[in-house]
């Protein structure tokens, strides 16, 4: 069931998909999740992300069926010659977050959540011992 579904949103989103292929958009994950089509991908810049949102737009206004976590570089490190930051993000612990509930957030899947801890040796000497309002490092 779910692989019918994979396919019938791929289907429906198959021009967004060209359109990120065509841009030179990395990839990372198409599955479904939520019973929604998600796509994981980096954009090589800020103008690029726009535009898959656009197309995302012509296809369905209101994307229902549809999670979109798109990274692009920041500008102004672009500008500045340094390295594009589209990998590395940050989020701030709220109350009630676990490592493995990050890693589910941001990658799908919460066993990946050792790489959210080795980013971060300098502020945690454990995993399980996250305190709300911590700055992490998303990988």
């Known amino acids: 069931m779910a692989k019918d579904r994979l396919e019938e949103l791929k289907s429906k989103y198959q021009s967004v998909l060209n359109f990120m292929e065509s841009q030179n958009v990395r990839l990372q994950n198409v599955h479904i999740q939520d019973d929604k089509l998600l796509i994981r991908a980096t954009a090589p810049s800020q103008e690029i992300k726009h535009k898959i949102w656009e197309q995302i737009k012509l296809v369905d206004p209101k994307y229902a069926d549809l999670i979109a ?12 010659g340094g390295r594009p930051t589209s990998t590395m993000r940050t989020y ?32 945690l000497s454990d995993p399980n011992k996250i305190k709300p309002g911590m700055d992490l490092i998303i990988p």
């Open 69 to 80: 976590d798109i990274q692009a570089p920041m500008a102004a490190a672009a500008a500045a």
């Open 92 to 123: 701030k612990v709220q109350p009630g977050d676990t490592l493995s509930k990050i890693s589910k957030e941001f990658y799908g899947d919460a066993n990946q959540y050792m790489k959210i801890f080795k980013a971060n040796t300098d502020k």
